[in-house]
């Protein structure tokens, strides 16, 4: 669908541009929001390489096992099903813990790994877990304490204070995060009561 959006928009543009005569002013903003970009990325860049090499030493000396059984008793109840399987605990860790540093994209190879795994522990293959669908709720709420990205962007567009905006994500992305992970529990009890009383 974005496929067809997004040329019909650019094509619309270009001939409300020459008809206006603003086609200066339309070449001259694609050329600087090319160059936004350009930096923009170089900014990401350079905070995700970063979060990244600092995952990477967490990840190889004990601190992420230390993490890991820090939010033991918190992934035990989000995940009862993976009680007894370590290794995935310690991918869904990660995880979580990408996302609350605010690591964005970063977070997102670790996810699929987590859910590659959790995949594999599923009988039915061609219907997700309840594990699995309480990890895509929780990544799409993605609660955060850092928001890296969003910092990242702020400053590379100017941003006079980058870092005011932590307060807010941290209560909108603790609500979000609260009120997803209850609705889906909610739902999947339900599913479960009535799958008890068809039997």
Same mark, same amino acid.
């Given at each position: 669908?974005l496929?067809?959006?997004?040329p019909f928009?650019?094509i619309i543009?270009?001939?409300?541009a020459?008809i *206006?005569?603003n086609?200066?002013?339309?070449?001259?903003s $694609?050329?600087?929001?090319a160059?936004?970009a350009?930096?923009?990325c170089?900014s990401?860049?350079?905070?995700?390489c970063?979060?990244n090499?600092?995952?990477?030493?967490?990840n190889k *000396?004990?601190?992420?096992?230390?993490?890991?059984d820090f939010?033991?008793?918190? #992934?035990?109840k989000l995940?009862?099903?993976m009680?007894e399987?370590?290794? #995935?605990?310690k991918?869904i860790?990660?995880? #979580?813990i990408a996302n609350?540093l605010?690591?964005?994209?970063?977070?997102?190879?670790?996810? $699929?790994?987590?859910m590659k795994?959790?995949?594999?522990e599923?009988?039915?293959?061609?219907?997700l877990?309840?594990?699995m669908?309480?990890f $895509?709720?929780l990544n799409?709420?993605s609660?955060?304490l850092?928001?890296?990205t969003?910092?990242?962007i702020r400053?590379?567009?100017?941003s006079?204070?980058?870092?005011k905006i932590?307060?807010?994500v941290? $209560?909108?992305?603790?609500?979000?995060?609260?009120?997803a992970v209850?609705?889906a529990?909610l739902?999947?009890k339900?599913?479960?009561?009535?799958?008890?009383?068809k039997?």
């Amino acid at each position: 669908m974005l496929n067809s959006i997004w040329p019909f928009f650019i094509i619309i543009s270009f001939f409300y541009a020459i008809i *206006s005569g603003n086609l200066d002013n339309l070449n001259k903003s $694609i050329l600087e929001s090319a160059q936004d970009a350009v930096n923009l990325c170089i900014s990401l860049l350079g905070s995700m390489c970063l979060w990244n090499g600092i995952m990477q030493i967490a990840n190889k *000396s004990s601190a992420i096992e230390k993490l890991t059984d820090f939010l033991k008793p918190f #992934i035990n109840k989000l995940f009862p099903e993976m009680k007894e399987n370590n290794q #995935i605990k310690k991918e869904i860790s990660m995880n #979580i813990i990408a996302n609350v540093l605010g690591l964005g994209n970063a977070a997102t190879p670790l996810g $699929i790994k987590a859910m590659k795994s959790m995949q594999r522990e599923n009988k039915d293959k061609n219907t997700l877990s309840n594990s699995m669908l309480i990890f $895509i709720v929780l990544n799409t709420a993605s609660l955060q304490l850092i928001p890296t990205t969003i910092i990242a962007i702020r400053n590379s567009l100017g941003s006079e204070n980058s870092t005011k905006i932590v307060f807010p994500v941290w $209560i909108v992305t603790a609500l979000a995060a609260f009120a997803a992970v209850f609705t889906a529990k909610l739902l999947i009890k339900r599913e479960e009561k009535n799958k008890k009383w068809k039997q």
